[in-house]
């Protein structure tokens, strides 16, 4: 009989005998690859998201005065000391005044009492992509509002701190499901394979006295591990995709989620979370076995 | 104190001054030395207490001697470890005094386990199996839950894994002590094929009947020292 053959055998044996702990061990690596999963995914959607918006991240510094040629140049000047940006760009009066109109739109004769150089000048400076956390761009805002000549500065402050903190928020229940998932992985897979070893303590010493080598007896338990890995993460991958596409179905049409492309997990992210089960599986089961099965 | 064997033949088993002695003052064997030639039979007999147990258990390293040399093919054993012990294992058959049968799983099954952990394919264990059940009176237990079975039957499968994998060495402790009088003639019968075969065979016992008459040696032990040496060629 070959090798592999017996390996296989050993492990139908053990699943047989103890399939309710099995299935539950399965159950709680699916549901913990699951809610990992659920939460990572929208951390990604959300990075993306926040990536998008970055593109167009501009800093807007309104002036006192509309800056000559030469106050142009020098203010480009001091911009570009603090870093290099992508573009600088300044709005006159005027072209303010006719941006502005051009956003009321069918409103727009609102304006028509108004005087044409009511909207202060101001300069749009777009950072480079590079400058893009929160931090970053709070310390260029304040260096432009030190400017001489700088009314105040813009850029969306409210909604960008609170988009940046709820991303901030999501990584840390990314972490705490992660830490989740690896807790329940590798103690709920080193607590069956202790119960299917201890199950079978009297074969295991018969077998160690009629010749067994180590492979073959640890073998199969590795192989359980393995197993609990690839069908418990493949069975919470499948679950959340499942879950997406009811999800897309269900609130398809203008609201919330039309707000920004959400999207599942590229092939390649969901082959790596279930690896990484896997591995984790496999490191409970062989945990046990260095604990539980010395031979 | 050391009794040798044949000389002409090869040693398959050597003890030198082996003593085994348990927590806190128990000595189970005290300088023990003796051979056992290749393909020889060899009994050992001695009241209960005497040690006949506790030198099978070393003989097969499930336990490792408190003092003194043990070799196998002239092969230390108590230094052998991971695969050298595996294989040195396979080719010793244990019949074992307490049996040590897989009480849920079949007959077949537990003779198999012997030869499984060899690899040798599903079609020749599964033939070895049922010639080796028949020759013991077990044919119709073939699928039959060990644990369901008669002492004497559990003996038999036990006896039946033992040789199952053709070792070069077979060790029996207390073969005959639950059978009657036809069943202890067949499993003797069974031995002496396998003896005949090539296989060293050790029985420890004190079942008279099985070696009043015999030709082989037999080593008897008293409170866990060599007492005496009868038979064979001294």
Same mark, same amino acid.
């Given at each position: 009989?070959?090798?592999?053959?017996?390996?296989?055998?050993?492990?139908?044996?053990?699943?047989?005998?103890?399939?309710?702990?099995?299935?539950?061990?399965?159950?709680?690596?699916?549901l913990s690859v699951l809610i990992f999963a659920f939460f990572y995914l929208i951390y990604a959607n959300m990075l993306t998201f926040g990536e998008r918006l970055g593109d167009d991240l501009s800093l807007i510094v309104y002036l006192e005065e509309e800056p000559g040629p030469e106050l142009q140049q020098q203010l480009t000047k001091k911009i570009t000391t603090f870093d290099e940006v992508e573009k600088i760009r300044f709005i006159t009066r005027a072209e303010a005044y006719q941006r502005f109109a051009r956003q009321l739109g069918p409103n727009q004769d609102v304006l028509n009492d108004m005087?044409?150089?009511?909207?202060?000048?101001?300069?749009?400076?777009?950072?480079?992509?590079?400058?893009?956390?929160?931090?970053?761009?709070?310390?260029?805002?304040?260096?432009?509002?030190?400017?001489?000549?700088?009314?105040?500065?813009?850029?969306?402050?409210?909604?960008?701190?609170?988009?940046?903190?709820?991303?901030?928020?999501?990584?840390?229940?990314?972490?705490?499901s992660g830490t989740l998932l690896i807790l329940t992985t590798i103690f709920m897979v080193a607590y069956t394979i202790r119960?299917?070893?201890?199950?079978?303590?009297?074969?295991?010493?018969?077998?160690?006295?009629?010749?067994?080598?180590?492979?073959?007896?640890?073998?199969?338990?590795?192989?359980?591990?393995?197993?609990q890995g690839i069908v418990g993460s493949s069975l919470g991958?499948?679950?959340?995709?499942?879950?997406?596409?009811?999800?897309?179905?269900?609130?398809?049409?203008?609201?919330?989620l039309n707000l920004f492309e959400f999207s599942f997990f590229s092939p390649v992210v969901s082959i790596t979370i279930i690896c990484v089960s896997i591995l984790l599986c496999t490191l409970g089961s062989y945990s046990t076995m260095q604990k539980f099965l010395r031979i | 104190m050391k009794t040798t064997s044949n000389s002409a033949l090869e040693t398959m088993i050597e003890l030198?001054?082996?003593s085994k002695e348990y927590p806190p003052d128990v000595v189970a064997l005290k300088d023990l030395s003796f051979s056992i030639a290749s393909g020889e039979m060899f009994f050992v007999i001695g009241m209960s207490g005497a040690g006949k147990t506790t030198l099978l258990r070393l003989l097969c390293s499930m336990e490792i001697p408190s003092s003194g040399l043990i070799e196998i093919s002239g092969r230390p054993i108590n230094q052998l470890k991971g695969s050298h012990l595996a294989k040195l294992r396979q080719k010793i058959g244990v019949a074992y005094?307490?049996?040590?049968?897989?009480?849920?799983?079949?007959?077949?099954?537990?003779?198999?386990?012997?030869? +499984?952990?060899?690899?040798?394919?599903?079609? *020749?264990?599964?033939?070895? %199996?049922?010639? /080796? @059940?028949?020759?013991?009176?077990?044919?119709?237990?073939?699928?039959?839950?060990?644990?369901?079975?008669?002492?004497?039957?559990?003996?038999?499968?036990?006896?039946?894994?033992?040789?199952?994998?053709?070792?070069?060495?077979?060790?029996?402790? +207390?073969?005959?002590?639950?059978?009657?009088? *036809?069943?202890?003639?067949? %499993?003797?019968? /069974? @031995?002496?094929k396998c003896n005949k075969a090539g296989a060293t065979i050790v029985i420890a016992t004190h079942d008279d009947s099985i070696y009043r008459h015999t030709s082989h040696r037999v080593m008897e032990l008293r409170k866990g020292r060599f007492h005496m040496m009868t038979g064979g060629i001294q």
């Open positions: 009989m070959s090798f592999w053959l017996t390996v296989f055998r050993q492990v139908g044996r053990n699943i047989r005998q103890t399939w309710a702990s099995q299935l539950m061990t399965l159950l709680t690596v699916s005087p044409k150089d009511f909207l202060p000048p101001s300069i749009e400076v777009v950072p480079l992509k590079n400058l893009r956390s929160l931090n970053q761009v709070k310390l260029f805002s304040a260096y432009l509002s030190r400017l001489p000549g700088t009314l105040k500065v813009q850029f969306g402050q409210d909604w960008v701190e609170r988009f940046y903190y709820f991303t901030k928020l999501l990584s840390i229940i990314v972490l705490l119960l299917t070893i201890l199950g079978r303590q009297a074969e295991l010493e018969l077998l160690k006295l009629v010749g067994a080598t180590n492979n073959y007896i640890r073998t199969p338990f590795l192989l359980e591990g393995l197993l991958i499948i679950s959340l995709y499942a879950l997406y596409e009811w999800i897309k179905l269900r609130f398809s049409g203008p609201g919330f | 030198i001054k082996v005094q307490d049996f040590k049968l897989l009480n849920d799983r079949t007959t077949a099954e537990n003779v198999a386990i012997s030869m +499984e952990v060899s690899y040798k394919k599903p079609q *020749i264990i599964k033939k070895r %199996v049922r010639d /080796l @059940l028949d020759q013991l009176g077990l044919a119709d237990k073939h699928d039959t839950i060990t644990g369901e079975l008669s002492r004497g039957e559990q003996q038999r499968v036990t006896l039946a894994r033992a040789i199952a994998n053709s070792p070069t060495i077979i060790l029996v402790d +207390e073969p005959t002590g639950n059978l009657d009088a *036809i069943t202890t003639e067949m %499993v003797m019968n /069974l @031995l002496h």
